[in-house]
Structure formats: C-alpha cells, structure tokens
C-alpha cells in the first residue's frame, strides 16, 4: 500500500569503472592506495568493509567480510548477506601478498592500518594520496591544494583517470563480470546482495560498445534484408 511520488526527483546516475580505468588508476596510485582501490575493484567490498579488514579475514584465497567500520564505528556487515567470503583473483593475491611483506608480514589485526596501527580512515587516504595522483594540473604537475601559487590557471591533466569514489569501484566489478557473460545471479552471490534485483537495477552498467556489439548480434540474426508489406 506504498507508491512512490510521481513529483519524487528521479535517482542521480551513478558510475561505474570499465577494466581498462582500473588498471589506469592503479598504475597513478601509490602502492598503499593502489592495493585499496584493487580490492575495492577486484574483490567488490564497501569502503566501510574495506575500513573492517583484517589480515585473519585473507585465508585460503577467500577474504571474508565479519565486520564494518563507518564513521569510526565498528558494526557487524551491512545485511546477513554481507557477512560473506569474496574469492581472491590471482592478480590480486599476487598485490596483497606483496603489501603484507612489505608491510612486515603481519598476521593479525587490520589489513589497511594507519600509522599508529588503528584501522586506516579512507577519506584521509583520499585526499593525502589518491586525488593528489590522479588530480594534477597539466601545466605544472601540482595538484590542485598545492596550486594556489601557480600562476596560471587550474587544467586537469585530462590523460589520468578521474575519481569517481569507492563505490564506482563496486559497481564496475559487477559491470565487468557481467560483459564477460557472467551470470547475473554468480555477480550477486560475489557482491553478497539479498536479491538480484539490486545487482541488476544498480550493479550492472552497460558500456557504449556493448549496446554497440549487442546491436551488431542482432543485425548479424536477422536475414539480409526485411520483408516490406
């Protein structure tokens, strides 16, 4: 007995990365920030998840989500759902692996920690090494905080791939499992939703050469030409 309100503003469209912008962001990254992102791209975990991992959670080739820091605040997973294992590609075992050893090898306690051994705040991590790599002026180099002095004016280096938040990390995942011709209820149980639904509604953003190649498809099934009555 609920409708929605035909004045109701209609959602914003929300992004996704295409493969070819992930590999591009992590090869600006710092390696700290590189091996978030690819977890976050890779794996498909919310940056409160992300915030939450510890190394006790990476075993068996599996990164097992139990437990979220939002805010600060340590809280169980998002939905029964969530508390889920996320199997780890090899390419990104390989990153992980690496980060740990240079990390010193750790077995316990939180996968992205801060300085002080606390769970890593990632809007910190965002404006102290990821805007400033991907964000640059192509004149000087500088990125925009420390432009103020420059004199000229401001011009992205448009050759580095813009940010478009952790999220557009989760949702290219299950983008690009699904132009791979993954089935849409395997993305599901890898994003850990309660229902397909939300994986189809929100998860699966269709690139231009894909409606491109799906037209394609059909010109290729159908007869050379079409019968006019």
């Known amino acids: 007995d609920t409708a929605i309100s035909p004045k109701a503003a209609e959602p914003l469209e929300t992004y996704a990365y295409v493969s070819d912008e992930i590999q591009s962001v992590l090869l600006y990254l710092p390696e700290t920030a590189a091996t978030v992102f690819a977890v976050a791209a890779y794996a498909g975990l919310r940056r ?19 437990r979220a820091i939002w805010e600060g605040q340590v809280n169980e997973p998002k939905t029964r759902r969530s508390r889920g294992a996320v199997p780890v590609i090899r390419q990104l075992a390989d990153r992980l692996d ?3 050893l240079r990390c010193g090898n750790p077995q316990s306690g939180p996968m992205f920690a801060n300085q002080s051994g606390k769970p890593m705040n990632l809007n910190n991590l965002l404006h102290r090494e990821i805007l400033p790599a991907l964000n640059r002026c192509e004149h000087c180099r500088k990125d925009r905080e420390h432009h103020a002095d420059a004199d000229h004016v401001f011009t992205r280096d448009a050759s580095r791939p813009g940010w478009h938040g952790w999220h557009a990390a989760r949702r290219g995942l299950g983008s690009n499992l699904y132009a791979l011709g993954v089935p849409e209820k395997a ?3 890898i994003l850990r939703h309660a229902n397909v639904s939300t994986t189809n509604t929100y998860y699966i953003k269709t690139a231009p050469q894909q409606i491109t190649d799906a037209m394609a498809k059909l010109e290729r099934a159908l007869p050379d030409s079409l019968t006019v009555n």
């Open 48 to 66: 409160s998840e992300l915030q939450g991992l510890l190394w006790e959670n990476y075993q068996d080739g599996y990164l097992r989500v139990t």
């Open 187 to 189: 993305i599901q149980d």
């Open 98 to 100: 690496l980060y740990r």
